[in-house]
C-alpha cells in the first residue's frame, strides 16, 4: 500500500529565508506524487505534481520539489519565504494499486516571521 | 468560473438528525470524491465516483453514503450523525481521461455533531 510521511507537523520560517518541509513516500513503483496547500479557512490548491517526467518539479508562487527515488523523498522548497506562504501543506500519493484513490500526508503548518 | 462549490459551509446539528452536504462542480469532471480532514491526520478519502452511477468506499466510509445521480453533483449523506463525524468535509473532482490528475477542492464544510 502506498503512504506519505511528512516529517515535520510545524515549520517556522523568517520572511525572506528558504523553505524546506519534508515528505517521504512509500511506493513499489514510480509513484505519482503531489503538493497541496491550503490557506487558512480554504480550499486545497495544487502546488505540482510529480508523474514520471523531469526529477525537479516546479509549481506556482516560487515552488519546487525534486523528486529522488534512492531517498523516496518528495520535499518541498522554495528559496525565499514570503509571507503570504503562510498556509498548511499536504504531500500525496495517488494509489498505485487503484487510480481512484489518493493518500495525504498529515500536513506540515509552514509559520512565516516577518 | 470552473469552481467546486459545497452547501453548507459550516452546519452544527445533533447525533441521530440525517443531513446531506451537497457538492456540484461546473468542469464536466467525471471523477468527484469525497475527503474529511482531522488535525494530526491529514485528509482521509470517504467515498468517490468515478462517473455518474458508478461510487465506491475509500478509506473512512462508515457513516456515510453518497449518490451520483448527475455529473455535476455528489452529495454526501449522513444518515445518523454521531460526534465522531464532526470533521471538516471537503469536495474533490478531476478529469479520468488524459492522465488527469489534479483534483479541484470545494471550499470546504465544517460539521459539528453534538
Request: with cysteine; charged share 20%.
Amino acid at each position: 500500500a502506498q503512504s506519505v510521511t511528512q516529517l515535520d507537523s510545524h515549520v517556522s520560517v523568517s520572511e525572506g529565508t528558504p523553505v524546506l518541509l519534508r515528505c517521504n513516500y512509500s511506493s513499489s513503483y514510480s509513484p505519482s506524487l503531489f503538493w497541496y496547500v491550503q490557506h487558512p479557512n480554504k480550499g486545497l490548491q495544487l502546488l505540482l505534481k510529480y508523474t514520471s517526467a523531469a526529477t525537479l518539479v516546479k509549481g506556482i508562487n516560487g515552488f519546487e520539489a525534486e523528486f529522488k527515488k534512492s531517498e523516496t523523498s518528495f520535499h518541498l522548497t522554495k528559496p525565499s519565504a514570503h509571507m503570504s506562504d503562510a498556509a498548511e501543506y499536504f504531500c500525496v500519493v495517488k494509489s498505485q494499486d487503484n487510480f481512484n484513490k489518493f493518500y495525504f500526508g498529515s500536513g506540515t503548518k509552514l509559520n512565516v516571521k516577518p | 468560473e470552473a469552481q467546486v462549490t459545497q452547501n453548507p459551509r459550516y452546519l452544527i446539528t445533533v447525533t441521530g438528525k440525517k443531513l446531506t452536504v451537497t457538492c456540484s462542480q461546473n468542469m464536466n469532471h467525471e471523477y468527484m470524491s469525497w475527503y474529511r480532514q482531522d488535525p494530526g491526520l491529514g485528509l482521509r478519502q470517504i467515498y468517490y465516483s468515478m462517473n455518474v452511477e458508478v461510487t465506491d468506499k475509500g478509506d473512512v466510509p462508515e457513516g456515510y453514503k453518497v449518490s451520483r445521480k448527475e455529473k455535476r453533483n455528489f452529495p454526501l449523506i449522513l444518515e445518523s450523525p454521531s460526534p465522531n463525524q464532526t470533521s471538516l468535509y471537503f469536495c474533490a473532482s478531476r478529469w479520468t481521461s488524459g492522465g488527469g490528475d489534479t483534483q479541484y477542492f470545494g471550499p470546504g464544510t465544517r460539521l459539528t455533531v453534538l
